[in-house]
């Protein structure tokens, strides 16, 4: 739910203005010029595959002019600049499905389903860890989204601040997973070094260190503590479902005794 100019957060309000205008369809088609067939959910569209495919920096008007084949100047006609591109791309990949199943989950697997399918956006698009997510310009894609994740946590019955919390908080989480994962992809393509060879490189230094006695708490760790097979997103995930379980349960029990006492 975030938006950058192109990494620089500094957008002035005329930016803000035209990318709102793109996103709500204000925007109007280019009155002369435009090559035929070149429409914004092409431009769009084509932004985000560049991006999946290479990342954010491979992303220019010029670069994707070219691969619409068109004319850059032509690009111009319906994006004034990256930031605003970049604007219409995050609005794109946040929107929830168009068809979407009326939900019948409670909070827990509301929350749950928003941090998996979070994770998964990450995964899918890396290069949204790259953007500046610090001040959203709101489109009907990132609406849409926090409308749907709001709807299916309403019944915890905290209040709206700390609902809009209980998504900070998630997100939050999530995000700090999919770093690592995503940081994790990109090391192995620049280095050529799999995760294994690289903690292997490692191995006989590690090993003189941790019998140096100088660190025993480490040295004491059993050998499957840093093992791949333990599933670290799902351990912390559960553990801030079970902290969210205990608030509901204070409130619920708090609005029991305040019903008890007006009887």
């Known amino acids: ?17 035209r990318s709102l205008e793109l996103l709500w369809g204000e925007g109007g088609r280019p009155s002369r010029g435009p ?22 920096a491979a992303l220019s008007m010029r670069r994707l002019s070219t691969e619409l084949g068109t004319g850059t100047m032509s690009l111009y006609r319906y994006v004034p600049g990256k930031g605003d591109l970049v604007d219409l791309m995050l609005d794109r990949v946040f929107a929830p499905p168009e068809e979407d199943e009326p939900w019948t989950g409670g909070w827990r697997e509301g929350v749950e389903a928003y941090a998996r ?18 001040r959203p310009v709101l ?41 690592t994962q995503v940081h994790e ?48 997103f799902e351990f912390g995930l559960q553990r801030l479902l079970d902290g969210l379980d205990v608030l509901v349960a204070q409130r619920a029990a708090q609005g029991a005794d305040q019903g008890s006492d007006q009887d």
């Open 1 to 17: 739910m975030t938006s950058t100019n192109g990494g620089d957060d500094r957008r002035t309000g005329s930016d803000i203005t």
């Open 35 to 56: 090559k035929p067939g070149l429409t914004l959910e092409r431009i769009v569209t084509e932004a985000v595959r560049l991006a999946d495919a290479e990342g954010l």
């Open 117 to 134: 399918e979070t994770l998964v956006l990450y995964r899918r698009h890396p290069w949204l860890i790259h953007v500046n997510q610090a």
């Open 139 to 179: 489109g009907p894609g990132t609406v849409g989204g926090l409308d749907r994740t709001l709807s299916r946590i309403r019944e915890m019955g905290l209040t709206d601040p700390e609902l809009i919390g209980v998504i900070v908080m998630t997100e939050g989480y999530v995000t700090g997973v999919a770093r």
């Open 185 to 232: 992809v990109e090391a192995v393509t620049k280095s050529g070094l799999s995760e294994q060879a690289f903690w292997e490189a490692q191995a006989p230094a590690l090993e003189k260190i941790m019998t140096s006695g100088r660190y025993p708490t480490l040295a004491g760790l059993s050998e499957d503590a840093f093992g791949p097979d333990f599933d670290h």
